[in-house]
C-alpha cells in the first residue's frame, strides 16, 4: 500500500448530504442541509463561526448521527454503514488531536497499527508520509516539543496513514502563520493531484479562493450556495455588470446613465472606474460597447465585473449573530 | 491586591454556583444526614445512644469528603491554572503570587467549610437524641474545620509546584497516607518500645510520638466519640493542623515565582517513558504492536516497562526487607509471607484504582476520542484493548502477590479450593472490579477526583444492590460444607456483578460517545 493507491476512478459523488437535519439542545444546527461533492475535487466548506461546518464535518465522518435525512459517503450511508465509511475517510478535527507525549514516528506507527497495517507496510507508509509532509528530521521528536503548524502537519499525517480516498479537515489552517498556510495549501494541492478528494472547512472564503474546485457556503445551519468558485464569482444579483476603466478625471456618470438599457452606473471611489450594470433583454455587451465608444469615452479597459469572493459571501451570509 | 483577590473569589463562587453538579452534590449531602437522622429515630429505642450514632455517622462523611476534597478539589487550584497556561496572564493583570493564592485556594476553602458549617446547626439535634454533648459536637467540627485547612494548603502547595493536577493530587494523597498512618506507626512504636525486654525511649522522643500521635484529626474525631469528652476544643490537633496549614501556605507563596514562572505548557514531557533515542533502548516503546491499543496504554498510562521494572525492584527488595526483618525478629515464616501479601493485595487495589481513574483521563485531557472513535474498531475494543493495556502495568505486582503466595507454608490443594469456593473471596472480588468500572466512569465525568468519588460513591451502590448480604448468607452455608450452595451463591454474586458491571460499561460507552462527538 502507499499513498494515492486507493484513489476510485468513479465519477459517482463522494459525499452526498440530502435534506439533513440537526438540532442540540432545541437550537438547530443544521436545517435541511443538501451538498455534493464530485471525486477527486478539493471542496471548500465554508460558513461563519457557528454556521453548521463542524457539525456538518462530524456527520459525514460518523462521530454524529443525523437527527433527519441521509448523508452517504461513496455510496455507503455514514449510519448503516459506519465501518466501510470509517476505512475510507481520514477526519482532521479543529483541534490537534495529538497524543502529545509520544514521538512524531510513535504516533504514526500507532495510529497506522490501529488501521491494520502490517509491521512492514507501516514502516514504508510513515516513511511517505513523513516525506510528504515533510516532517521526517523531526520523526524523533516529541509532539509536545513541535510548533503549532508542525503538530498540524503530523495530525495531517496521521490522516493519511490509511490511504484513505477522501480526506475531511476541519479549519486546517486556523492559527497557523502565513508560511505554515502556504506550506499546507501546498500539501493539499499534491494530494489532489494524487487523486485525492478533500473536503476542507474554513471560515475565510478567500483562503480557499486558488485552491478549491468547488464550494459549499453555509449560514446559519442553511446552505446559501454549492457549486463550482467560478460560478460563485459569477453570481450577482439579477443583472450583469462591466467594469470601465477610463484616462482623465471627467465624470461620465451622467452621459453613460443616458445609454439605453443601462439600469445603473456607479463610479468607484477613488479610482476612474464605473460599474455599469445593464438589461440583458436590451442590449448585448457589444451594444454597450459600442454605446460608450458612442460617448467618446477615452477607454482604459472595459471587463467582465467579476464579484470578489469576500463581498459574495458576505451577501450570501447574514449579518450578526443568531 | 485585594481588588484582585476578589475578582478571583467572585469568579470561583459565580461557577460555583452555576455548575449544576455542586447543586447535586450538596444535596446529596443533606439527604445523606436526613437518612441518618431517620435511621436513628427509627432505632430510638434499640440503640444506647442514637445521637452518638448520628453523629459518628455524619463526622465519618466529613472526614472522607474532606479527605476526597484535598485530593480532588483543593488540589487543581493553581495547577488548573497551569494546565490552561493561564499563570502568566494572572500575573499581567497585576496579581501577585499571595493574591493568585489566596483568591484561587480561599474561595474553595470558604465553599468547602460552608458546606461543614450549615450542618452544625442540625447536629445539634443529635444532643436531642441522646449520647453526645454540645462540646463534643462543638470540639468534632473544630477538628474537622483545622483538617481542612491543613489538608487545603498541602494541596495548595503540591499544586503551586507540581506541573499537572494529576501530579498534585498524587502528592496530597502519599501525604494524606503519611498522615493517617504516622500516628498509627507513632503508637506501635511506643507500644513497642515500652515492651518487656526493650529500651525505653528518651522523653523527648516519647513526647513527639505521642504528639505525632495526637495532631491526626482521625485520632482525635475517635477521641472526641468516647464518652466523657472533656478535653478543650482547641486541641493540639487543632493548633498543630491549623499550624501546618499556614507553613504550607507560607511555603506556596515563597515557591511560587520558583515554580511558575516558565511559560511552556504543563504538558510537556512524558514522565518514565524512555525515548527510542535514549542511552537504554530496550526500555523505549518501540513500535507499535499489532495491538496498538495495549501498546499505547501499557507504554503511556501504566508508565511502560521502565516503570514496571522499577515497581518489581522495588517489590522485591521490600520483600527482601520483610525477611530480613522476620528472621532478625524471629518472626514466623508463615507471617512474614502473610504480612508482604496483604500488602501487595494493597499494591494491586491501589495500583489498578489509579490506573482506572487515569484510563480515559489523557485521551479526554488532549481530544484524541474522535481520532480514536473513527478507527474502523468498535467502541467496546477500544474499551478493552485499553483496560488490557493496564492489565499489563499490574503485572508486576501480581507477579509477586502470586509468588509470594506460593511461598506460604502449609499451602496445598485443599486450601487453595476452599478459597477458590469461598462467596466471601468472589464476592469481595467482583466488588473491586464494580468499582474499578465506577471509577472509569466517573473519570469520564470530573476532570479529578474520580477514585475518592467512585469510594463515596460505592457505599450506596453497595447498598442499593444486595451484594453484601448475600455473600455473608451463601458463606455461611459454607461452613457446612455445601459445594452447592457455594458455588450456586458464587453463580449469583457473579450474575448480580456481571449485570452492574454491564450497566456501567453500557454507561461507559454513551459517555465515550458523546466525548467523541464534541
Not at chain 1, 291 to 299: A, F, K, M, R, T
Not at chain 2, 37 to 61: C, D, E, K, R
Not at chain 2, 299 to 313: E, I, S, W
Request: net charge positive.
Amino acid at each position: 500500500m502507499s499513498i494515492g493507491a486507493n484513489s476510485s476512478g468513479t465519477s459517482q459523488p463522494v459525499i452526498e448530504v440530502n435534506d439533513v437535519v440537526h438540532s442540540f439542545k432545541g437550537r438547530r444546527a443544521l436545517d435541511h442541509v443538501s451538498f455534493q461533492v464530485m471525486p477527486r475535487s478539493l471542496h471548500g466548506f465554508v460558513g461563519p463561526n457557528g454556521a453548521g461546518k463542524t457539525t456538518s464535518l462530524k456527520i459525514i465522518c460518523t462521530l454524529l448521527r443525523p437527527q433527519f435525512g441521509t448523508v452517504k459517503v461513496f455510496g455507503h450511508d455514514v449510519v448503516e454503514d459506519q465501518k466501510m465509511v470509517r476505512r475510507k475517510i481520514g477526519f482532521m478535527p479543529d483541534h490537534f488531536s495529538t497524543y502529545r507525549q509520544m514521538t512524531v514516528y510513535e504516533y504514526l506507527d500507532f495510529f497506522a497499527a490501529a488501521y491494520g497495517l502490517s509491521f512492514d507496510q507501516r514502516t514504508r507508509v510513515i516513511d511517505e508520509v513523513l516525506a510528504l509532509t515533510d516532517m521526517d528530521g523531526r520523526k524523533n521528536d516529541l509532539i509536545s516539543g513541535l510548533s503549532r503548524g508542525m503538530q498540524q502537519r503530523t495530525s495531517l499525517a496521521r490522516v493519511l496513514v490509511n490511504d484513505p480516498d477522501l480526506l475531511l479537515l476541519d479549519e486546517p489552517a486556523s492559527g497557523l502563520d502565513p508560511r505554515a498556510r502556504i506550506e499546507l495549501m501546498e500539501i493539499l494541492k499534491a494530494l489532489r493531484s494524487m487523486g485525492k478528494t478533500i473536503f476542507i472547512s474554513s471560515h475565510i472564503l478567500s483562503e480557499l479562493a486558488e485552491l478549491c474546485d468547488s464550494v459549499t457556503i453555509i449560514d446559519r445551519g442553511k446552505v446559501k450556495y454549492s457549486g463550482s468558485m467560478h460560478g460563485l464569482l459569477l453570481t450577482s444579483g439579477e443583472h450583469p455588470a462591466y467594469r470601465l476603466t477610463v484616462a482623465g478625471e471627467s465624470d461620465w456618470t451622467e452621459p453613460l446613465s443616458q445609454l439605453t438599457g443601462v439600469l445603473k452606473v456607479e463610479p468607484i471611489e477613488g479610482r476612474p472606474e464605473y460599474r455599469i450594470e445593464f438589461d440583458e433583454a436590451q442590449l448585448n455587451t457589444n451594444q454597450l460597447l459600442q454605446g460608450i465608444i458612442g460617448l467618446n469615452i477615452p477607454i482604459m479597459a472595459f471587463a467582465e465585473d467579476k464579484r470578489h469572493l469576500n463581498e459574495a459571501f458576505m451577501d450570501l451570509t447574514e449579518r450578526g449573530v443568531k | 491586591m485585594f481588588h484582585g483577590v476578589l475578582a478571583l473569589l467572585t469568579r470561583s463562587l459565580r461557577q460555583d454556583a452555576r455548575q449544576l453538579k455542586n447543586h447535586v452534590f450538596r444535596l446529596t449531602f443533606v439527604v445523606f444526614i436526613y437518612l441518618s437522622l431517620m435511621q436513628s429515630m427509627l432505632f430510638f429505642n434499640f440503640v444506647g445512644a442514637p445521637g452518638l450514632q448520628f453523629f459518628i455517622s455524619i463526622a465519618t462523611l466529613n472526614a472522607v469528603f474532606i479527605t476526597c476534597a484535598g485530593i480532588g478539589f483543593f488540589a487543581t487550584a493553581i495547577s488548573e491554572e497551569k494546565e490552561e497556561e493561564v499563570i502568566g496572564l494572572l500575573l499581567m493583570a497585576g496579581l501577585n503570587p499571595v493574591g493568585i493564592l489566596l483568591g484561587k485556594s480561599t474561595s474553595r476553602l470558604i465553599q468547602a467549610a460552608f458546606l461543614l458549617l450549615v450542618q452544625f446547626p442540625f447536629m445539634l439535634l443529635a444532643v436531642t437524641l441522646g449520647g453526645i454533648t454540645p462540646h463534643q459536637i462543638l470540639a468534632a467540627y473544630a477538628s474537622l474545620l483545622a483538617f481542612m485547612v491543613m489538608l487545603a494548603n498541602i494541596a495548595l502547595f503540591w499544586s503551586t509546584v507540581c506541573r499537572r493536577g494529576g501530579t498534585a493530587a498524587g502528592m496530597t494523597t502519599i501525604c494524606l497516607v503519611v498522615y493517617a498512618a504516622v500516628p498509627r506507626i507513632a503508637t506501635q512504636t511506643l507500644g513497642y518500645l515500652n515492651s518487656a525486654g526493650r529500651s525505653r525511649p528518651s522523653a523527648t522522643v516519647t513526647q513527639y510520638l505521642q504528639w505525632c500521635e495526637k495532631s491526626c484529626s482521625y485520632w482525635q474525631l475517635g477521641q472526641i466519640m468516647t464518652t466523657g469528652f472533656a478535653d478543650p476544643v482547641m486541641s493540639v490537633q487543632v493548633i498543630s493542623n491549623l499550624l501546618i496549614g499556614v507553613g504550607c501556605f507560607l511555603l506556596s507563596w515563597l515557591l511560587f515565582s520558583r515554580f511558575n514562572s516558565q511559560t511552556t505548557g504543563a504538558n510537556d514531557g512524558r514522565g518514565m517513558v524512555a525515548k527510542s533515542t535514549g542511552r537504554v533502548r530496550f526500555f523505549a516503546p518501540g513500535r507499535a504492536w499489532s495491538l496498538p491499543l495495549v501498546w499505547k496504554d501499557f507504554q503511556f498510562v501504566a508508565g511502560g516497562l521502565r516503570f514496571a521494572t522499577v515497581k518489581f525492584t522495588g517489590y522485591v527488595l521490600v520483600f527482601a526487607a520483610f525477611v530480613y526483618y522476620g528472621v532478625r525478629s524471629n518472626i514466623a515464616w508463615t507471617e512474614t509471607c502473610s504480612n508482604y501479601i496483604s500488602l501487595m493485595v494493597w499494591a494491586v487495589v491501589i495500583e489498578a484504582s489509579i490506573l482506572s481513574s487515569r484510563i480515559f483521563h489523557d485521551e479526554i485531557r488532549l481530544q484524541t476520542m474522535s481520532s480514536l472513535m473513527m478507527l474502523p474498531r468498535s467502541l467496546s475494543w477500544i474499551g478493552h484493548s485499553k483496560a488490557l493495556g493496564c492489565l499489563i502495568g499490574l503485572l508486576p505486582s501480581i507477579i509477586c502477590l502470586c509468588s509470594s503466595t506460593l511461598l506460604l507454608p502449609g499451602l496445598d490443594l485443599k486450601l487453595a479450593f476452599q478459597v477458590a469456593i469461598s462467596p466471601i473471596v468472589w464476592g469481595a472480588i467482583l466488588c473491586f472490579v464494580v468499582f474499578l468500572h465506577l471509577v472509569a466512569l466517573l473519570s469520564l465525568f470530573v476532570k479529578w477526583g474520580a477514585l475518592p468519588l467512585g469510594f463515596v460513591m460505592m457505599a450506596p451502590i453497595m447498598t442499593c444492590c444486595p451484594i453484601v448480604p448475600l455473600i455473608f448468607a451463601t458463606s455461611s452455608r459454607r461452613e457446612t460444607q455445601d459445594l452447592f450452595n457455594s458455588l450456586a451463591g458464587i453463580g449469583v454474586i457473579l450474575v448480580l456483578m456481571g449485570l452492574v458491571c454491564f450497566v456501567f460499561q453500557m454507561m461507559i460507552a454513551a459517555r465515550l460517545d458523546e466525548i467523541g462527538s464534541q
